[in-house]
């Protein structure tokens, strides 16, 4: 079973994130289909950039806590968006929450439709969000990243916009997604590749710092008692102990 859809068009590759059932979570199986796709991609001349979308009104419910991904492989897809020599734009288009918006962080360019929401919904099962960080933090506004990670609400668009975390929340998702890829059909290869590679630096350089760090970190929390008693809350539709 596929967990990514592929399209081209005129240069421009669409992935589509397409696991449904749990939400487009990051499952073991999803990461490594995208990662693979995304290997494709920065070998093949014919794509000039790459679209990631998808199914259904979530673009990532974050981290399937049923079948998740190994934290060093979520690391290196991660890192894959960022280091792809031609820009991504991620097409929003419902809620993204915890994992995937480190997804979000990892991509160029990110559009989301005016009613889409957002959390870091780590924090009510009992860990963080760590890995996630990584592309995150060199790029959301200090404070905001402060209220946001500690409390968990859920934010809006234009919100998102406002702190970095998005490019832009547009009413014509379709219209607006078309206008950035036509620009990127007028640009050179060689320069959209360098023209990356500056803007993503710093991205580049929380890897390279703190990557191993937060690996271990986000492994030892998900071990924790804490955070499987919060999973197994979620899992049961109930509050966890710790709610007031």
């Given amino acids: 079973m596929k967990y990514v859809r592929q ?21 073991a199986d999803l990461v490594a289909d995208l990662a693979g796709a995304l290997r494709r991609c920065a070998v093949d001349q014919d794509v000039r950039a790459v679209v990631l979308s998808h199914t259904g009104p979530t673009f990532s419910a974050g981290a399937d806590l049923k079948s998740p991904a190994n934290p060093y492989a979520f690391v290196e897809l991660l890192r894959a968006l960022v280091e792809l020599p031609k820009p991504v734009v991620a097409r929003v288009d419902g809620s993204a929450r915890a994992g995937g918006l480190g997804l979000l962080g990892a991509c160029d360019v990110v559009l989301a439709s005016a009613g889409s929401s957002f959390a870091f919904t780590e924090v009510r099962i009992g860990v963080a969000p760590a890995i996630i960080s990584l592309t995150l933090l060199p790029r959301l506004e200090p404070r905001a990243a402060s209220r946001l990670y500690l409390t968990g609400e859920r934010f809006d668009a234009a919100e998102a916009a406002r702190i970095g975390l998005i490019t832009e929340a547009v009413d014509d998702l379709d219209a607006a997604t078309e206008g950035v890829c036509d620009a990127f059909r007028k640009a050179a290869p060689q320069g959209l590749a360098e023209a990356k590679r500056l803007v993503t630096a710093r991205v580049l350089e929380a890897f390279e710092r703190d990557a191993e760090d937060l690996v271990q970190r986000s492994a030892s929390l998900f071990a924790s008692t804490a955070a499987r008693e919060g999973m197994t809350a979620f899992f049961e539709r109930r509050d966890p102990p710790w709610v007031l």
Avoid at 9 to 14: A, C, L, S
């Fill in 7 to 27: 399209a081209n068009e005129r240069g421009i590759t669409t992935l589509t994130l397409d696991s449904p059932d749990n939400r487009n979570a990051l499952s």
